[in-house]
């Protein structure tokens, strides 16, 4: 019983963690770390960073010399000498055979060393294009963590708006009740509380599409627990304003990703030029091979007895020649490693390479690389240029967006006592209902418009805090 009480209240709490952690809100901190953690693109560019570090291993591995060892083993089946008989049969005889071979490149026009530092700014220039990306998901996040959060006070405003407007109907009736107004004015304000019920509801529509594509933005699937952090996010100055556009320029294209990419991919290109060049200069390497073979066929020895035997005759005499020969006996082979050490052999010596005309390949590539130098270079000082123009338009979006909040707080403060002026003669019988509507929609305009230009504001003020190096938060 114990057992499955115990079992009953794991699984409580591992549920209630769960759902726990479904239903908290996300902030806007946590939102773009999430992206920039799950993001596939980022995933794919973390992966070129890999492939990039695998070719600084192989550029490293050209300074080392080349170790390849070899075996071979081989049956040799058919017409054979026996030695015991020296008859040829028809018989089986093996051999194995094994070389170790040793190369190293002792001069190639200093293609190693160009090819290891091309290596190291590849490196460099995927980590930069990482980075790079990472900021335009960040950048997407904060946009669309805004809009949510635009989406949600401008619900909240609505739905009060509403409640205003039913109390305002509320109390017409009971002035109409009371002769004070025609009964005809409450036909206007019905249509204002419908139009009003109508702008709820395509609030909470925008609502509910900015929250989801948030979060699918976030690669987030459980749109129902999706939710953002209930924040105030108010308007507060910013040292970013206080500095002059030349000046957010100069400090900013120092840190920027795509200009530090871009002279990167310069560097390279001057690289790849000196690789191109050191084709021109003689190689020189060196090479060493060690070799050694194996017999598995019986061999004849000599033994220490001889024997004479005929050899000829004197011409004259007849008298037979004889000549001594040492008697032999067939014996097995020897020891492997007794045959390894009898049987070895040694090449050693330098191979010098001058090119003289190779199909006029290397001027060709020389001429290629130098094209693709001016080539980066012209896309340095162009990302420059873009850089410049989308500070400067950043500046620029960023004092008319705070210009145009500051004059939507003044258009909405002088809405509000246009319409509370309206509300007092509607009270008063001394205007009409139509009258009192449009004064209530020009000042529901006016909130609306507050709230769109202040997300505006902050969005155009953090793009341009994020150019400068501060980082993003709310």
């Known amino acids: ?94 051999f194995s055979s094994g070389s170790i071979d040793l190369g190293i490149n002792i001069y190639n026009g200093r293609r190693n060393i160009y090819q290891l530092m091309t290596s190291n700014l590849g490196i460099l220039a995927t980590k930069y294009q990482l980075e790079d990306m990472k900021e335009d998901v960040m950048l997407l996040v904060v946009n669309g963590y805004l809009q949510t959060v635009f989406s949600r006070e401008n619900l909240i405003v609505q739905t009060n708006q509403l409640s205003v407007a039913k109390s305002e109907l509320k109390e017409t009736k009971e002035l109409v009740n009371a002769g004070v107004l025609p009964k005809g004015e409450l036909l206007e304000l019905e249509a204002t509380l419908a139009s009003q019920e109508q702008i709820v509801v395509n609030a909470d529509n925008d609502f509910e599409i900015a929250r989801i594509s948030l979060a699918q933005l976030l690669l987030i699937n459980d749109y129902k627990n999706f939710s953002i952090a209930d924040n105030d996010y108010e308007m507060v100055s910013s040292v970013i304003m206080e500095k002059s556009v030349d000046e957010l320029y100069n400090e900013a294209i120092k840190s920027r990703n795509e200009i530090l990419l871009a002279e990167t991919n310069v560097e390279i290109a001057k690289t790849n030029l000196k690789i191109a060049k050191a084709s021109y200069q003689p190689s020189l390497s060196g090479y060493y091979s060690y070799n050694s073979r194996v017999s598995y066929a019986d061999r004849l020895v000599s033994t220490d007895d001889f024997t004479q035997i005929p050899f000829g005759v004197v011409e004259g005499t007849g008298e037979r020649v004889l000549i001594t020969q040492s008697e032999t006996k067939v014996v097995p082979h020897l020891s492997i490693l007794d045959q390894l050490r009898a049987n070895d052999g040694q090449n050693f010596g330098l191979s010098l390479r001058i090119p003289v005309l190779n199909g006029l390949s290397v001027k060709n590539n020389v001429q290629r690389s130098k094209v693709n130098l001016l080539r980066s270079s012209n896309q340095l000082n162009q990302q420059k240029l873009n850089f410049e123009r989308i500070i400067y338009q950043a500046y620029s979006d960023a004092k008319g967006a705070i210009k145009n909040y500051e004059a939507a707080k003044k258009t909405t403060i002088a809405r509000k006592e246009a319409y509370q002026y309206a509300l007092d003669r509607f009270s008063l019988g001394a205007s009409t209902s139509l009258q009192f509507s449009q004064a209530k929609q020009r000042y529901d305009s006016a909130i609306s418009n507050e709230l769109r230009s202040k997300f505006d504001a902050i969005f155009q003020i953090k793009i341009l805090e994020f150019y400068f190096g501060i980082p993003l938060k709310l």
């Open 1 to 94: 019983m114990k057992f499955f009480l115990i079992l009953f209240l794991i699984s409580f709490v591992g549920f209630s963690q769960e759902k726990s952690k479904k239903i908290t809100p996300w902030t806007l901190e946590a939102a773009v770390e999430h992206a920039v953690e799950n993001n596939l693109q980022i995933k794919q560019a973390y992966l070129d960073v890999l492939d990039a570090e695998t070719l600084k291993l192989q550029a490293k591995g050209n300074f080392l010399p080349s170790l390849n060892l070899s075996a071979n083993h081989s049956w040799n089946v058919g017409l054979n000498r026996n030695l015991t008989t020296n008859l040829l049969e028809d018989m089986t005889t093996q």
